[in-house]
């Protein structure tokens, strides 16, 4: 039987429309973007057929609502049995802290990777509602190990949100890097190793 793997990508995240139509007019338009190479793009070839990959891709990552992503999440959750490992990536991570918190699936997850997340509850970092009360005992019961994986150099999250978790989940192991900036470059080999082991 294949592993299953569900990995969730980041996103942004705004206090009111008005702050994301303001950001939308600033940012830059890549038109290759969709086409530009990322490890996470990669997790199908290079974890080979031993895995099932899921990569969804959540509802209106550029001004993402807890809600939505959720329900979206669900709909995949549906597709996998026990012992999955689920990866979030930035946002995606703090997402799958959430979402863990304040649910209780049906199945064990093997590993909880959690790739420069974002920390819970940080009023001048701006979550929104993505922001929430972390509810340990129901994230550890249902995980086997946590993982935290975060570079120094990150110019996204600052590396201290995961030192935060880190303090909250004394038993996950936090893997640090020092020029892996916020981990958008097409080759991971940790995270497939880490997988895989």
Not at 28 to 43: A, D, G, M, V
Not at 67 to 91: A, M
Request: with cysteine.
């Amino acid at each position: 039987m294949k592993k299953q793997v569900i990995f969730i990508h980041g996103g942004e995240v705004f206090q009111n429309y008005e702050d994301y139509l303001n950001q939308l007019k600033k940012w830059e338009y890549r038109p290759n973007f969709i086409l530009e190479k990322r490890w996470s793009k990669s997790l199908v070839d290079e974890l080979g057929d031993d895995y099932e990959v899921h990569r969804p891709i959540m509802p209106c990552k550029y001004n993402a609502k807890y809600l939505e992503w959720k329900i979206w999440f669900e709909k995949v959750l549906v597709r996998v049995k026990d012992k999955v490992i689920l990866i979030g990536h930035s946002l995606g991570a703090t997402f799958l802290l959430k979402y863990l918190s304040e649910n209780s699936l049906s199945l064990k997850i093997e590993k909880l990777i959690l790739v420069a997340p974002a920390f819970f509850n940080e009023k001048e970092w701006g979550l929104g509602d993505f922001n929430f009360k972390l509810n340990r005992e129901n994230i550890l019961k249902q995980t086997n190990k946590i993982y935290l994986m975060h570079s120094k150099d990150d110019p996204v999250v600052p590396f201290g949100h995961s030192q935060k978790i880190k303090d909250e989940f004394p038993e996950a192991e936090l893997m640090v890097f020092e020029d892996r900036g916020h981990f958008l470059g097409e080759d991971f080999p940790e995270i497939i190793e880490l997988i895989k082991s």
